[in-house]
């Protein structure tokens, strides 16, 4: 879907740049990678006894799969409140660079922080991912508005798809459900793939996937953290060699 010019009067209301976000939904197949996520997120829920309304409260409020995954099923197995929060909140710190990278995008001097905090709870790596797509052809006053429809959006899809995954569990073989979370990383890597514009993107890229076999030997429990943090470690010293005087 093309977004209006920057320059276009259909970006003089944030009404309408809401607007614009919530129908970018449309436009992107991590839509529907989303809600297939989500159906099988729905599906574990109502496997582990939560409730419909548990359910929808985690997926609103948590909002990232891995995470709410973690969360159900640390719960469901017994752990006590405080170990899952734990576990999320360990789970969620891998979304601090996102945020990071993505909050000075929409900064301008007039904005406040409170105006960020939905933005920032909104940043998972969906959102992270389209962030990069999308705001380059939307106006720097009116991005915030954008985000908050396509955030809104998003999440609207993902409360659906979470209510019609708890309704069909009982039809949902444990196999298929695993099958259906597994396009949630598959969709993150095409897509990563597809936002790299720089050759450092590409070599840390490339080095993540190569490295993380070699980590998964290393039995640590962190071989992704290992294999990333090394990744994005060696293509930064390569970007900063290429750009040095």
Known sequence: MALPPLDSPQWHSSFRAFAWGMRSVASTVLTLVLFATYLGIGALAHDTHFSLAWALASTAFVWAGPAQIILISTLGSGATVVQAAIAVTVSAIRL????VSVLPMMRTPQTKRRHLILVAHLTA?????????FLPQVPRDRR?????????????VCLVATTIGYGLAANLSQLLAAGI????????????????RDLSDAIALILGLVLFPLASLLDSG?????????????????HRWRIRP
């Open 125 to 133: 790596v969906t959102l992270w991912v389209e962030c990069f797509r």
């Open 144 to 156: 915030i508005a954008f985000i908050h429809g396509l955030g809104g959006g998003l999440v609207s």
């Open 181 to 196: 979370l597994m396009l949630t990383p598959l969709a993150f890597l095409f897509s990563t793939a597809r936002n790299c």
């Open 96 to 99: 601090f660079p996102m945020v």
């Open 222 to 238: 962190v071989d992704i953290l290992v294999s990333g943090v090394s990744a994005g470690t060696i293509a930064y010293g390569v």
